[in-house]
């Protein structure tokens, strides 16, 4: 197939001339990118949790579990502890247990 070489791509070295009369006229403006649906997001998001700059910041509590308690004094006793223990005090313990008899890495 032959090609003629008088014919150019007619997408070559042509001046725009309507995108340059339309820059000179406009003045430059700036557009904002407004993600609305991030905004919604954070509004039922701080609906879910709370808006967590107004919850005051508590000091750190003592743990509510003796440092002195063994896992033996948790299973032989059947009466509830006298207040809720965190989850993460709780786990806390059951790691320490748990490495000093060797049974978690």
Do not use: C
Not at 25 to 38: D, G, L, M, Q, S
Not at 48 to 74: C, F, H, N
């Amino acid at each position: 197939m032959e090609t003629n070489g008088s014919i150019s791509n007619s997408h070559e070295s042509q001046p725009s001339d309507a995108s340059d009369s339309t820059n000179k006229e406009k003045p430059t403006e700036k557009v904002v990118f407004i993600n609305h649906a991030e905004i919604a997001w954070q509004e039922r998001r701080r609906e879910w949790v709370g808006d967590q700059s107004q919850k005051s910041r508590r000091a750190p509590r003592e743990p509510i579990m003796s440092w002195t308690a063994t896992y033996e004094d948790l299973l032989l006793t059947t009466e509830p502890f006298q207040e809720p223990i965190p989850l993460a005090e709780m786990v806390d313990f059951l790691v320490d247990i748990w490495l000093e008899e060797g049974l978690y890495d």
